[in-house]
């Protein structure tokens, strides 16, 4: 029984089965990521700058490789840009009229290439992100949620972006 289970277990491994989340897919000669400043085809202010921020930050925490912003100290150059951003309303308050939630919808364009090779490791065109956030309808209680939902759809991007960049998806 044991040998069975052994002979299955080695018919596994000549599979490409892998345990997941380990995969690192990237050129072993990529040891730099450069990634200059994000791009931003939209008026909504700073929103590169926080998006590429935190890029960096989950690349710097997630994996063995250095950050960089100049293109030309680093193995590969993550470039984003920022191609739309909407924000609009999905409850609004019976009695007052006024927007109660409201949806972020932020579409990024990514590409991470080899500089040696010009290959393109990682590319993302229309890479979409949401996030929600509630507005108070009392006036007394209103607090700005929008530069908080950005802060967490910044964080999803990043997570995003490593995650697919790491296991090539």
């Known amino acids: 029984m044991k040998r069975r289970a052994f002979v299955s277990g080695l018919g596994l491994t000549g599979c490409g089965y892998h ?3 380990k995969a690192d897919l990237m050129p072993k000669t990529v040891k730099t990521i450069a990634i200059p400043t994000f791009g931003n085809l939209t008026t909504r202010y700073k929103i590169a700058d926080r998006l590429g921020n935190a890029v960096s930050r989950e690349f710097l925490t997630r994996t063995r490789y250095q ?4 293109p ?3 193995d ?3 470039s984003g840009v920022v191609v739309n951003y909407v924000a ?6 019976q009695v007052t009229s006024r927007a109660a939630g409201v949806q972020i919808q932020v579409i990024l364009r990514l590409t991470l290439t080899e500089k ?3 290959k393109v490791l990682f590319t993302r065109p229309n890479m979409e992100v949401r996030e929600r956030y509630e507005i108070s309808i009392d006036q007394s209680q209103y607090f700005e949620e929008s530069e ?3 802060e967490r759809l910044s964080r999803d991007v990043a997570r995003s972006v490593v995650s697919a960049v790491l ?3």
């Open 19 to 21: 345990v997941g989340g």
């Open 67 to 70: 950050i960089v912003a100049d």
């Open 72 to 74: 030309n100290g680093a």
């Open 76 to 78: 590969a150059v993550l």
């Open 88 to 93: 609009f309303p999905t409850v609004v308050d």
């Open 116 to 118: 040696a090779s010009g």
């Open 148 to 150: 908080s939902a950005l």
């Open 167 to 169: 296991s090539g998806f």
